[in-house]
């Protein structure tokens, strides 16, 4: 990790270590441990505690240490009420606030984000005051870290700490034998990366007809390491395939250079977006068709215009593509029932609802892939499914065979840059699957 820090940068961060400031060591032990499990506020709070001086051996060598605390945001909490709550006189709140508002937007705290204030050793006052705060500092992403420290004048200081890992490639392939939930977990893949997986996938693939068993998947990505080799952060998929019976499917991530607008496109460079969605259900919670022996799913026929998708009760159903909400309500046969317009030719219907995103009317305009509403069996229906219709023209369609318009693509310089990274990410692959 100090493979690029020039000589005065080591001699630096040799004064640092000689003068206590272990900064980094000390931060890549929090993020090992950030990592391992996302901390629920629930089981954390018991650690709030000051932690205790440790007895020293020989009392006239001794250091005072400071004293630090570990605080977790709440909900309704502000930074003041917080600091002051844990023995920062209002004054010294104030002053740290107004340091780190010129650098970090304070309203985004998040809520059981974790925040660290150091206190000066025997700094604890008749008040029950701490009368000096030596640093405030928290996470703001895995490798930026927000710190605001008190200057040898009494002033604060704020700046966004950089850490750099070291990263490597992963690539990941699994056969599915039960589901494409099943085979990443299978194959370790993480969970977040999964989602991912099946929301690119989700405009092309209608995941409960179109997965077969012996079916694969692959990604790669980007993994940071700390300096014990273990990972501490993955980044966005950055090539992901789906090899079905019959069709194979394959899309790299890129940002253009034209607006900074990131997304994946297939080796043409076409947008992996369509005008709507193949699978507008969280599809990590689907099991392929073939896997039961009597299944629920009836696909398109001339008697059930549409197809479902059995899912569990309460899964997500999202807007198979942007539009404006048409009809929400009961339906007959339907039940709770969604109708979304797109555009002048496409229109999509959800039945069997369990109920409806809060908040959603008739009128409200909805962007592709935000939650609607969530899985369930009302109305005519023999378990708990999504019906879905895409209504072209007026008349349902078989999503399954309906001819989407491509997504926009890449063009002049952003095309040309978009190949060439598609050939290192070629070499990428064939390195990383070597490893
Ligand atoms: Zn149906």
Redesign the pocket.
Known sequence: MFKQIPPIGLFVLWLLLLTGTIFFSEWVQIKSHESSIEPSFENLTTTNAASKPKAQVHPEKAVPEDIIKYIFVKKGDTLMKLLVSNGVDKNQAANLITSLKSIYELRSLPIGHRLKISFAANSYNANHKYNKVKDFSFLKSFNQEVVTSRKPSGTFKSEIMIKSFETEDVFIRGKITTSLYEAAANQRTPIKLLMELIRIFSFDVDFQREIQKGDTFSILFKRHLNSDGKSVHNDKIEWAKLTLRDKHIEYARYTTTANNYTDYYNREGKSVKKTLMRTPVDGARLTSRYGKRKHPI?GFTKM?R?V?FAAPKGTPIMAAGDGVIEALGRKGNYGKYIRIRHNSTYKTAY?HLSKYKRGLKRGKRVKQGGIIGYVGSTGRSTGP?L?YEVIKNGKKTNPLSVRLPAGDALKNDDLKTFLSHFVSIDHRIIKAKAN
Do not use: I, N
């Open positions: 009836l059930h549409g479902d039945a499914h019906h």
